[in-house]
């Protein structure tokens, strides 16, 4: 989200010291290797990534421990940082948070069908009935069915709310940390997020936390109300199952997918108030 981010971070950072990451196959990263995807890219490879910049922070600013933030694909490797190395964290932060990939994609489906139903889009019935059974567990099969339902999802407010389109790429293109520098950049961002989660795919189909429920560090869930793609319910679920030494979950009423942009200060309110503290409780 760094292309994306000066919608919403700057005044986070009168609380937090705030660091972004452009990943492997990413953003301006993308651009430096020649928009070329990269075959070491896994979810394994890019959680250990994760860990290593966590690392380094850890040394740059002296701290035993740090806030990590996940949106959509980075909730998955956030979640997974937190189980495997909750010592390091004053608390995990999942925004858009993935739980179960087949399931949140069978939910967000059904939910859009019926939104199509509830305004009588008859082209949007058509083509979304079109693709059923959705999802497949063949990665195949899925992709081009995956298109088909993110376009209709975006134009009927689940990935943006109040939204009849995906605005990210007009974000990306206002930045002030990619307009500094020329619109190759901006372009990368746009290619990598379309070749990317290509790479990943067979891994991502395969995502299951259901069963993953035991934290050892505090768990905090944003999660917008009208989000068609990491839909609300599926987290509501899976927080009520998890066991955290604090847990807190914060439903964003006029929100889709992108919670931090869509509602920036209630989603800052809430940090601040509830969420900043847990770094005192924990110690230095």
Request: proline share 6%; glycine share 6%; with cysteine.
């Amino acid at each position: 989200m760094m292309p994306e981010s000066w919608t919403f971070q700057r005044p986070w950072e009168d609380f937090f010291t705030v660091v972004q990451w452009d990943q492997r196959g990413a953003g301006k990263t993308f651009s430096t290797a020649n928009r070329q995807p990269d075959a070491s890219m896994s979810i394994d490879r890019m959680q250990a990534d994760a860990e290593q910049l966590i690392e380094l922070l850890k040394t740059t600013y002296g701290k035993k421990k740090i806030f990590v933030m996940g949106h959509s694909w980075g909730s998955v490797l956030g979640l997974r940082v937190a189980q495997h190395h909750p010592e390091w964290l004053y608390a995990y932060i999942g925004v858009g948070q993935v739980v179960n990939s087949l399931r949140n994609e069978a939910v967000g489906y059904q939910q859009t069908l019926a939104q199509a139903e509830a305004i009588g889009n008859e082209q949007a019935i058509r083509e979304l009935k079109a693709i059923a059974p959705y999802p497949e567990a063949d990665p195949a099969k899925l992709v081009p069915k995956v298109y088909v339902e993110r376009k209709w999802n975006a134009m009927l407010g689940g990935m943006w709310y109040g939204k009849a389109e995906d605005i990210a790429g007009q974000l990306r293109a206002l930045s002030p940390d990619y307009t500094d520098y020329t619109d190759y950049d901006v372009e990368s961002a746009r290619l990598g997020e379309l070749s990317s989660p290509q790479q990943l795919v067979p891994e991502l189909v395969a995502v299951d936390f259901d069963n993953t429920t035991d934290f050892k560090c505090p768990v905090v869930f944003f999660a917008g109300m009208h989000d068609r793609t990491t839909p609300e319910s599926v987290v509501e679920e899976y927080y009520a199952r998890i066991q955290a030494p604090n847990k807190q979950l914060f439903k964003i009423k006029r929100a889709s997918h992108y919670v931090v942009t869509e509602s920036p200060g209630e989603v800052l309110m809430d940090l601040v108030l509830h969420v900043l503290p847990l770094a005192s409780d924990s110690g230095p």
